[in-house]
């Protein structure tokens, strides 16, 4: 399992991933994306900021890397980032399937991203990220399963699933939406051979929507690590725009609201890896200062005082446009 060694590493920041849906592709729904990259967002800037955040981030002892086929050429830059550095073999790599980028390096196409969670999808997509990424894929993920999804009842897909987990790649899920709990549900009773079939779920947790984490708590009692993404709500628990609390409980810890952010999500017991989805270094900095935040219980209950009601919070979600 790839991610034995982060279960007992004694680095916290070994417990913060690097997720790089912001920087593989120009357009994206985080907020602020103009202040993030002021010098322009062609293939070779974004290219250079994906190797600067990666270096950055292996150096202060962040060891899990998360990317997709649908993050631009996310997959690209950091297969050229591993390629130049081979004694690198600490680091885990994840990826998923799922979704095409179909943006074509533009800010405003109609359609970002088209999802299909076919058979033929998975096979076309896991070429295409071993002719990236190589050998260096811990973890093939499906991109953003939910209760409709086919890939929950594809026995043949199942197969093909723990024929490459035989091959030595960990296989696991990420989830999206309103239902996000009754998702990981389905797919904890998924098998194969008697074995199941899943080893990760990746869910959206953060101050604003917690709905996920009864599900999530079942998830790590079953053995699966979980993998938290949109700790920040794309932005809006980070700088000007986190609610006073968060920035209140910043100012007294001397960190940034995105540390609180993140601090909130790594104080839950189940939380495995929480994802870092900077788009700059400094960004990348305030954000692993998180583990060293100590949430007493009464800033505990004012940041559960936040929470939305799912569908309200994924409606707002759906609306951020892409910057």
């Known amino acids: 399992m790839p991610f034995t060694a982060l279960a007992t ?25 103009d202040r993030d990259f002021p010098d322009g967002r062609d ?20 060891r899990y890397v998360d990317t997709a086929r649908s993050y631009g050429r996310a997959e690209e830059f950091l297969g050229e980032w591993l390629d130049a550095r081979p004694s690198f073999t600490d680091l885990v790599v994840g990826s998923k399937w799922g979704y095409t980028y179909t943006a074509d390096w533009r800010t405003d196409a ?6 299909d969670h076919s058979l033929a999808t998975f096979e076309r997509q896991r070429a295409e990220t071993r002719e990236l990424l190589g050998d260096r894929l811990d973890l093939y993920q499906i991109h953003s399963l939910t209760p409709d999804s086919p890939a929950l ?12 987990a035989a091959d030595g790649v960990a296989i696991g ?3 999206s939406g309103p239902a996000q709990a009754d998702a990981i549900r389905a797919a904890l009773a998924l098998t194969v051979d008697g074995d199941p079939l899943f080893r990760t779920v990746q869910a959206t947790y953060n101050a604003l929507e917690t709905s996920a984490a009864p599900a999530l708590a079942e998830a790590h009692d079953a053995g699966l690590t979980v993998i938290v993404k949109e700790g920040m709500a794309n932005g809006r628990l980070a700088g000007d725009e986190a609610p006073a609390v968060f920035q209140e409980i910043a100012a007294d810890a001397g960190v940034g609201g995105d540390a609180v952010a993140l601090a909130l ?11 870092s989805g900077a ?20 800033q505990r209950a004012r940041l559960d005082a936040l929470v939305e009601e799912p569908e309200s919070y994924w409606r707002h979600r759906a609306a951020l446009p892409w910057h």
């Open 173 to 175: 899920f990420s989830t």
């Open 265 to 275: 999500v790594l104080h839950q017991p189940w939380a495995g890896v929480v994802l």
């Open 9 to 33: 590493a004694t680095t916290p920041t070994a417990h913060i991933g690097l997720g790089l849906a912001a920087v593989g592709r120009p357009g994206y729904i985080n907020l602020h994306r």
């Open 153 to 164: 009842a594809d026995k043949e897909l199942h197969e093909r699933l723990a024929a490459l």
């Open 279 to 298: 788009a700059t270094a400094t960004q990348l900095a305030g954000n692993l200062h998180a583990p060293v935040v100590d949430l007493d219980e009464e």
């Open 110 to 115: 109609g359609t970002h991203e088209v999802k």
């Open 43 to 62: 293939a070779d800037a974004l290219r250079a900021r994906t190797h600067e955040l990666l270096d950055a981030a292996y150096a202060q002892g962040v």
